[in-house]
């Protein structure tokens, strides 16, 4: 099989550039390690980014989160079972979209379907060959038979354990990592969110967050160390937990349910450089990821597309590589950002295990400072609602 752009993984990064290449008359092929079911059921990100907004529109999958999804003027933060809110809106002009990452994918896999996109799922053991090459090819196995794409490029929208990255040789690669000594514990349940904004909150107890997927559908995290079994975790003892966390007001409303999924997972900051060699593309999170606070990671997947595909766009149009010679500057410049906020917002919220009381006062300062300073906030607010493309 031959096509222009071979991307590896059918995620929202490599359903998103396949359906922008598409419409532009450029021709690709998706190698999906899963099935489309499995990926449609991992819970993962709430919050979009106004440029990630105009992004889906302008790609033609925006319809639904446009009559679905909800725009938020801003956000609580608290401290202590005392809230504050940063309004978004006001400091910036902008705001935020709560639509799942579940439901951009499936609507991205219906475009990608109406339009009879190639999307293969279940193919095993993806191989990148002579990415640096000028003839390179991805070989792969599907139902025991062993095929091979021949392309002009390759897209690595692998995630964080796809083969993509590991293709960069390591002589060539820089990793940049931190680790965080603790996990989140998420809930969905099919409950009213407890409230109309998200709520986040530093608490002696360790951090929380409460989101939302739509009136009826609420998601809810707690900061718990990694090496606790989530069998220990009745939705009892989690709503407990919760309560105790949020805002008074906020924990006398919470409205309490059976959760319909539940997980535990590790924060991490991580940057692999570069993000292109030769032929090959890195693009969200098999470049980069962010820890969940600061609602980045998705948003940095789609601002990657962005770039590349306006690259790609560039050079089958009019033979120009100028994108595609700055696209590793370019999205990494922006990738870098977006984990000093995410970094930094996560270390402001959090309960470190060696936190001493320095750092305790600390955090509460930086707290307090947002809460009063008209600066502070813009900082913020600008940070959240996602730096300009
Ligand atoms: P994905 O979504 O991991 O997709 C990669 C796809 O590649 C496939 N794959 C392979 N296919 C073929 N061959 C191989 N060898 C392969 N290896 C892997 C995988 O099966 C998969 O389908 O990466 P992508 O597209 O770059 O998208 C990134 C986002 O999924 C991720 O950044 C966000 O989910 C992060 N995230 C959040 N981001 C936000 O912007 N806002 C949020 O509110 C937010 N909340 C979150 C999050 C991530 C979380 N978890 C669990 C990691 C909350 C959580 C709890
Ligand atoms: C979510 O709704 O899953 C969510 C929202 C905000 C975050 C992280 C996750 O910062």
Known sequence: MRTQVCIIGGGPSGLLLSQILHRAGIDTV????????????????????????ELLRSAGVGARMDAEGFAHDGTFLALQNRGFRIDFRQLTGKQVMVYGQTEV???????????????LHGVEGVTLHDPDGDAPFVSYVLNGTEHRVDCDYIAGCDGFHGVSRTSVPAAVRKEYERTYPFGWLG???????????????NHARGFALCSM???????????????????????????????RRIPDDAAQSLVTGPSVEKSLAPLRSFVAEPMRWGRLFLVGDAAHIVPPTGAKGLNLAMSDVHYLSRALIAYYRDRDVGGIDRYAATALARAWKAIRFSWWFTTTMHRFPDQSEFDQRIQESELEYLEHSAAAQTVLAENYIGLPY
């Open 30 to 53: 998706v190698l999906e390690r899963k099935s489309r079911d499995y990926v449609l059921g991992r819970i993962r990100a709430g919050v979009l980014e106004w440029g990630t907004v």
């Open 213 to 243: 997927r739509n009136r009826h559908l609420s998601r809810y995290y707690i900061q718990a160390p990694l090496d606790d079994p989530i069998e220990k975790w009745t939705d009892d003892r989690f709503w407990d937990e919760l309560r």
């Open 105 to 119: 994918t499936r609507d991205l896999y219906d475009a990608r379907a109406a339009a009879e996109g190639k999307i």
């Open 187 to 201: 809930i969905l349940s099919q409950t009213p969110p407890v409230s109309h904004e998200l709520i986040y909150a």
